[in-house]
């Protein structure tokens, strides 16, 4: 029987279960008591108006508070003009990537490279990351020239990934096209003043956007950054606004621990992190949602893995998952918080057809049964198994996968991530551990003023090498 739908002024609803138990109850094994997380109500309450009021100051780093409201034209008047290709090759790593393919991936047919045009009705897209040689020539051997637009992300301009991949793809792009055809086929995505990509873009005059200077990478999903690419494919960017307003908006009238979920889940990460449970499962039953667990790996681990401290963010995908790490999360260490996101049936479903072979009779119980509603009995059976060990379980339901609700989905996270930083009295937008990994790079690469940080680290490799075995 399909499930009942919620009402389409819903955006998602989160249940707490073996994470936390009421005060009336006898108690739970695995659960937190609410005299664990009610200490954290004041704490929350200024948190979050510290959050707000900083947005609205311009602080750095507290800008994605504001996203949902900015004026996006730029962003649309570019992405019509990008529809037109046939490819667009999107060169970024971390928050410059993550998001557009958790935007995709969520929101786009499956597949999406594979279909032919007439399906689409929109470019092809390629995302140049890491710094693989096989991958750029990967791409670049897929694509035509002249066809394709190129988007460059780096609030910096000095990201060695981004900009090693970027001068790869220009160079070919000048030599099949020359410079003045090459630039017309790139779009720049960086801070309003600073940085290297800024001149150069004023250089060349090329197309570019403004990625806000108190909007920092792995927040910036709903900025140029997420939304050009997405729009341009034909995903609606007002909608993901709206959604992330509409979120804004209702934690913003929830003044309680009891009744603002963002406020629950942070103190809950907090509670459970203290209580030995340092890691946090995400697990989606859904393969639209798989790269949204990569990308709120990102924004939880980098986030607030510092100072000793914060839960290692850990990935996974309903049903596949059940047949490669259940065993572990039911019976192995109670390490972990685990969240189940699930949604409604969708309008695609296949009902499982019968069969009259005899070895196939076994199989009875699946014949005219619904895909759907097996994926969705999996993802009670996973969270009934979790919780009959003891271990908590945190469920998030969305009636279904719309930009609206995905827009809302990413606004939680964000706040939840920020008011889980302001408990554990770190900065959830820096990243200073990421940054001593870049200065080793530029000094290993022969970056001017870095020669120091060459030398430290050969000296740190060199005791990392004490013992070496061949085979």
């Known amino acids: 029987m399909p499930e009942k739908r919620n009402s389409a002024s819903d955006l998602f609803t989160i249940s707490f279960g073996m994470a936390v138990s009421d005060p009336s109850s006898a108690g739970m094994s695995g659960a937190a008591e609410w005299t664990d997380v009610a200490p954290f109500e004041e704490i929350l309450r200024a948190g979050s108006l510290r959050l707000s009021e900083g947005a609205s100051r311009g602080e750095e780093g507290l800008g994605w508070k504001t996203l949902p409201w900015k004026n996006i034209d730029p962003v649309e008047e570019t992405a019509r003009w990008l529809s037109e290709f046939g490819s667009i090759v999107q060169i970024g790593i971390g928050g410059s990537a993550l998001g557009n393919q958790m935007l995709h991936g ?133 909608k993901l606004l709206q959604g992330a ?28 992190y203290r209580k030995g449970r340092n890691m946090t499962v995400m697990m989606p039953y859904e393969d639209a949602l798989d790269r949204f667990s990569e990308w709120y790996a990102q924004l939880w681990g980098e986030s607030l893995g510092k100072n000793g401290s914060g839960s290692t963010p850990v990935k996974a995908l309903g049903a596949i998952d059940q047949h490669s ?98 408990i554990l009295d770190v900065n959830p937008f820096d990243q200073p551990g990421v940054e001593q990994g870049k200065n080793y790079t530029y000094g290993l690469m022969g970056r001017p003023n870095y020669s120091s940080q060459a030398l430290e680290v050969t000296e740190l490799a060199e005791e990392l090498s004490l013992q070496q075995i061949t085979l």
């Not at 003044?255 to 103190?267: D, E, S």
């Open 245 to 272: 307003a509409e979120l804004e908006e209702k934690l913003s009238s929830r003044t309680t621990l009891q009744t603002n979920p963002a406020w629950l889940l942070a103190a809950l990460s907090v509670v459970h």
């Open 106 to 238: 969520a929101l786009l047919p499956p597949y999406w490279n594979e279909l032919p045009r007439s399906k689409r009705d929109a470019p092809r897209f390629f995302l140049s990351d890491n710094v693989d040689p096989r991958d750029n020539h990967g791409v670049w051997n897929l694509i035509e020239a002249e066809k394709t637009a190129f988007v460059v992300i780096s609030k910096s301009g000095s990201t060695a990934e981004t900009m090693a991949n970027f001068l790869f793809f220009w160079d070919r792009l000048k030599v099949e096209l020359g410079p003045k055809r090459a630039a017309e086929r790139v779009v720049v995505i960086t801070d309003e003043k600073q940085g290297a990509l800024r001149p150069f873009a004023e250089e060349i005059g090329c197309r570019s956007l403004v990625l806000p200077s108190d909007v920092g990478g792995r927040f910036s999903v709903l900025s140029p950054v997420g939304l050009l690419s997405a729009s341009a494919l034909g995903i609606s960017a007002p």
């Open 325 to 422: 790490q259940i065993q572990l999360y039911t019976d192995g260490p109670d390490d972990k918080l685990f969240t189940v996101i699930s949604t409604s049936d969708g309008e695609e479903d296949i009902i499982i057809p019968e069969t009259e072979e005899k070895s196939l009779m076994g199989l009875s119980y699946l014949f005219g049964q619904s895909m759907n509603s097996l994926r969705r009995y999996e993802a009670l059976s996973t969270m009934a198994a979790l919780a009959k060990t003891g271990k908590p379980v945190i469920s998030l339901k969305l009636p279904e996968i719309d930009p609206r609700r995905l827009g809302a989905l990413i606004q939680f996270y964000e706040n939840v991530t920020a008011l889980t930083g302001y």
